[in-house]
């Protein structure tokens, strides 16, 4: 699934050498922080953080596949 986040925000961005996504493991959950360039973070976000919902709608639906609790952070 880290994988596929960092396919979809490289497809958003400007400057796709700077997305980073980190993995790691809270209690019962999977925990995906996405880091984009500072200038990016808008086409990642969205409007009203409409695409952010839509990539975190897919990987829920992809964890649900796979019988896992995953959320996707967008840091700065």
């Known amino acids: 699934m880290k994988d596929l986040v960092a396919v979809i925000a490289k497809s958003l961005v400007e400057h796709p050498e700077d997305v980073v996504v ?3 493991q809270e209690e019962r959950q999977t925990v995906l922080e996405l880091r984009v360039a500072k200038d990016d973070m808008g086409r990642v976000i969205g409007r009203q953080g409409r695409i952010a919902k839509a990539i975190r709608t897919v990987v829920k639906a992809m964890a649900v596949r796979e019988n896992k ?6 840091v700065e």
């Open 69 to 74: 609790k995953v959320t996707v952070e967008i």
């Open 22 to 24: 980190d993995e790691r």
